[in-house]
């Protein structure tokens, strides 16, 4: 019998013989931005995420670009889909990775757009390194109360044996959302995410790799320790 895991992340995962319940905890408000910004000429755009590449995917034919980078493997695959050539992706698929790997000439004018509430690292970083960066605030994650009570249901069911974060505004989310939660079995992609559920006090065990293959490979390497 294999365990129930609920994946929390907004991008659908699927493993075969393994009973997923996909449960995004996030959900999105999109945001007006000023438009002047696009008539920038750009060596580069960002994505940060396959999420960022949907919701600024209406306005790429406005814009004026050179390369594009990504940060993660889904996110260059989803901009393949829709005829995006990526120049860059890094090996590690994190912004601590793509700030160590990612080069380009000096003074390059950088367009990323991302969450209102991603983590500043990056923007930050490629200003240090001596880039002309440009932040667009596309959406703002709100949280996805009905999928956030129907988890906590099957936890006091007893229907659920693993839950997985992918971001730290997931988890923030699920814990904001309750005094108690009676569950303490819990796996997550990236450093960050686990240092925010340590905030909550709770524990949980980290993927090697931050992607969502690895992280369910994480999860049922536990189950299998823990069921012999």
């Not at 996909?22 to 910004?37: A, G, Q, T």
């Not at 080069?103 to 490629?126: D, F, H, M, W, Y």
């Amino acid at each position: 019998m294999r365990p129930v895991i609920v994946m929390t992340q907004t991008s659908e995962f699927n493993k075969e013989d393994t009973c997923i319940l996909h449960k995004p905890f996030i959900d999105v408000e999109p945001l007006s931005f000023d438009l002047n910004l696009l008539d920038v000429n750009y060596d580069w755009l960002i994505f940060s995420s396959k999420k960022a590449v949907k919701h600024f995917q209406s306005y790429l034919h406005k814009l004026n670009i050179q390369k594009i980078a990504v940060i993660g493997e889904k996110t260059a695959d989803y901009c393949k889909t829709l005829g995006l050539d990526v120049s860059f992706c890094p090996t590690d698929y994190s912004q601590e990775g793509f700030l160590e790997e990612f080069e380009a000439v000096k003074g390059s004018r950088i367009l990323l757009p991302s969450s209102a509430a991603a983590r500043t690292l990056l923007q930050n970083g490629l200003k240090q390194q001596g880039y002309l960066v440009r932040k667009i605030d596309l959406y703002k994650p709100v949280p996805h109360t009905e999928n956030i009570n129907e988890v906590l249901n099957l936890i006091a069911e007893n229907k659920v044996d693993a839950i997985t974060f992918a971001s730290s505004s997931a988890v923030r989310y699920f814990f904001e959302s309750h005094h108690y939660i009676p569950f303490n079995n819990y796996f997550v992609i990236g450093q960050q995410t686990l240092d925010t559920l340590n905030t909550f006090n709770v524990q949980g065990t980290m993927a090697e790799i931050q992607t969502l293959e690895s992280l369910i490979q994480k999860t049922l390497e536990s189950w299998e320790d823990n069921a012999i």
